[in-house]
């Protein structure tokens, strides 16, 4: 990790907030109880309002998405994600942005059912992101990676110096492994095989340590 890299650890998810070269870029939200600890972190890394220029959600679950629009409000950030999630932050059903549904999954929809978005909290993207866009112009260099498995839209931040921001499509739960709630395998093995290709050094998971990307067996 970087001096310019926080990693804000809440009960089981992951942020990231980066200094850039204008000012700070946060990965991802957290949930929306996770508020007061996110905002907390903020101002200890000097990050106030008109400090936050971006904040890319990786995918829209709420354990990501829940605080985006908050943020936007007070601290006047832009929210950038892939349009594949438009829908599930818009009408806070993180099932929008997934097509197919193994059996496994279909049993438990009715429980995720009560991990939504909430109304306040639902919003919508100020731009969109797409596999190969760059951060430039937000203070980072990075690019954005297309990397569809655990959900349509799911995307990641590869660094310059081989930083890799992986939201949920890499994990650490139990120990590192790809994404583990999976809504389209194919895809998914096809993105995996796309970042063993590229030059990651560390990889920050939505859930989770940072592992190297040889961890994954």
Known sequence: MTESTRALTFRWVNAYLVKG??????IDSGMA???ATLERELRDAGCGPGDLKLIVITHGDPDHSGNASYLRAKYGAKIAMHKAEAAAVEKGNMFLSRGKMPPLRRMMKPLMRLFRLRKRDRFTSDLYLEDGDRLDEYGLSATILHVPGHSAGSIAVL???GTFFSGDFL???TRPSIAT???DAEALRASFERARNLDIRTVYPGHGKPFSLDEIR
């Not at 070269?21 to 946060?26: A, D, E, H, I, R």
């Open 21 to 26: 070269n204008s000012g700070f870029l946060l």
């Open 171 to 173: 994990e650490n739960r």
């Open 159 to 161: 660094t310059d110096d």
């Open 181 to 183: 709630l999976v809504d």
């Open 33 to 35: 109880g996770n508020r």
